[in-house]
DNA sequence: CATGATACATACATCAATGTATGTATGTTT
DNA sequence: AAACATACATACATTGATGTATGTATCATG
């Protein structure tokens, strides 16, 4: 049934569109922001009509929460897999991996869509709230059935919201490093390699 | 010159309906983000018409930079004042007062306008500058003369971005404090201090 | 005080985005 | 294969924002 094979040739059509259509809003996000984002830009990137846009969604903020989860998807290519340590380290190195990236912006365009437009807000709200779950440090450094220490997820979160502060500063220069990005990044893993090397002495 | 007393009547009644437009996009920005802040309905925030938003400023853009300008002077009314010590944990206590305030979001969004839009971008570059010098460790931790250390900047531009960091969740949010930003402040204050300390036994 | 400049308001034309209705080709099912 | 559904494309009407031109009252100045 999920099989490719056994899609009907009409499904598959849909889902090669609807991909067109997903990869061209989050294309237009990152290129001229949600304010040019328009469904007419996005139909042009795409190579569709705005028929098939309105036949697929009925309106931009359905498009857009399919355009969110597939930008997160694609900030979770870097996945925690076996080489990447669950820890304070791990998780410092995996967020940077992923608020480097250019989709990144997109997805910050759509939070700042989602506070903006009540349609959006309500439409979006699952999709943030299953997209903050990548960044909990529960999911990353903490073990499956373990808790985390206060300490420890205190770090993450800080951990967070500074890699958070360098994609938004990505997002707006456009260009690639910062100049403080290195040293902060620096600042950062200091402090995960402290928290991390105290979490082992605890057992 | 400067004085109010010797502003014409017509200086004042410019510099009063400038501060109106400002106002009001401003509060249109915060309210609604950029893409819904147009020429109407910053006219009618300010209860002016577009004759006077177009007599005064040739585009929104030119608008925007005063907007801006007058952000970052808002943000700037917790100053670095006597009371406020010149150190890491200063600068933190400082920036978090600064991102916290709901003008901060008015600010991201021109950052973005300005990366989105290439007009803006231009018009906008030296306010963005401008405004990013009130961020610059040299400023608040430096001395007057004195250069400060690299371990220093470093640990300020961390909390920078931090800070940015939870502004950014705060104008996304629209509520207030964010769940786990005690804990952040915390790591930061932290942080600070464990520079700040350093640094006295330097000498 | 008369003339010009300034600070707006009003009005209209234009344009781009959207909603929606309908057309059509291809696929699907019975 | 006939009837129906799906996946689009095309076309039109509507709407909201903008550019611009002009009107008008107040202010400034020789």
Redesign the interface.
């Known amino acids: 049934m999920s099989n490719v094979a056994s899609l009907t040739v009409n499904e598959q059509r849909s889902l090669a569109t609807r991909k067109l259509l997903v990869d061209a809003a989050l294309d237009c996000l990152v290129d001229?922001?949600?304010?040019?984002t328009t469904g007419v830009e996005i139909c042009r990137r795409a190579g569709v009509t705005r028929g098939a846009l309105n036949h697929h969604y009925a309106d931009l903020a359905e498009l857009f929460v399919d355009a969110l989860r597939s930008a997160y998807d694609m900030l979770l290519s870097p996945a925690p897999s076996g080489d990447m340590p669950h820890n304070c380290e791990g998780y410092l190195r995996l967020g940077y991996a992923r608020v480097t990236q250019p989709e990144f912006k997109a997805i910050?365009?759509l939070?700042?869509?989602?506070?903006?437009?009540a349609e959006i807000g309500s439409q979006l709200a699952h999709a943030i709230a299953d997209g903050s779950a990548l960044f909990d440090p529960v999911r990353i450094v903490g073990q499956p059935e373990g808790d985390v220490e206060?300490e420890v997820?205190?770090?993450c979160?800080?951990i967070?919201?500074?890699?958070?502060?360098?994609g938004?500063?990505r997002?707006?220069?456009?260009a690639g490093e910062m100049a403080?990005e290195r040293?902060?990044f620096?600042?950062?893993l200091e402090?995960a390699r402290g928290i991390d090397s105290r979490q082992r002495n605890d057992c």
């Not at 001229?32 to 040019?36: A, H, K, Q, T, W």
């Not at 967070?160 to 360098?166: D, F, H, R, S, V």
């Open positions: 001229v922001g949600f304010s040019r910050v365009e939070w700042l869509a989602s506070r903006n437009d206060p997820a205190a770090a979160r800080t967070q919201e500074a890699l958070i502060g360098l938004l500063g997002a707006v220069s456009g403080h040293a902060v620096g600042v950062l402090l």
